[in-house]
């Protein structure tokens, strides 16, 4: 069992900047790729950014130059840096991780969302 918890999200005017941290703990062998999401209800989940376990990142356009995504290896933790926010930006934010389990086993494993909410 794999559990992904989230933390850091809230409330914050635009252009303040909030940071986004997501632990993945449980029956771990190694993570893969590691990422952000981020949904409103009724819409589709986007892409924010990933990391891959080598440092390699891709970013959507609307965060490219605001947004740093980062990962911890030795702590299963990715985090995700929200500078000069806008009010587009609020969502729920979602972190996401592909997972090998010590069983061999893959998956992808979702946490189960942290708000930001940023005002005008």
């Known amino acids: 069992q794999v559990q992904l918890v989230e933390s850091g999200g809230g409330l914050v005017q635009a252009g303040g900047s909030l940071r986004l941290s997501c632990v993945v703990s449980g029956s771990i062998f190694s993570i893969n790729t590691m990422g952000w999401y981020r949904q409103v209800p009724g819409k589709q989940r986007e892409l924010v950014a990933t990391i891959t376990n080598g440092g390699s990142t891709n970013y959507a356009d609307s965060v490219k130059g605001r947004f740093t995504i980062s990962r911890d290896n030795a702590k299963n933790t990715v985090y995700l840096q929200m500078n000069s926010l806008k009010p587009e930006d609020t969502f729920v934010y979602y972190c996401?991780?592909?997972?090998?389990?010590?069983?061999?086993?893959?998956?992808?494993?979702w946490g189960k969302g942290t708000l930001v909410t940023v005002s005008s």
């Open positions: 996401y991780a592909n997972v090998r389990l010590i069983t061999g086993f893959g998956n992808n494993y």
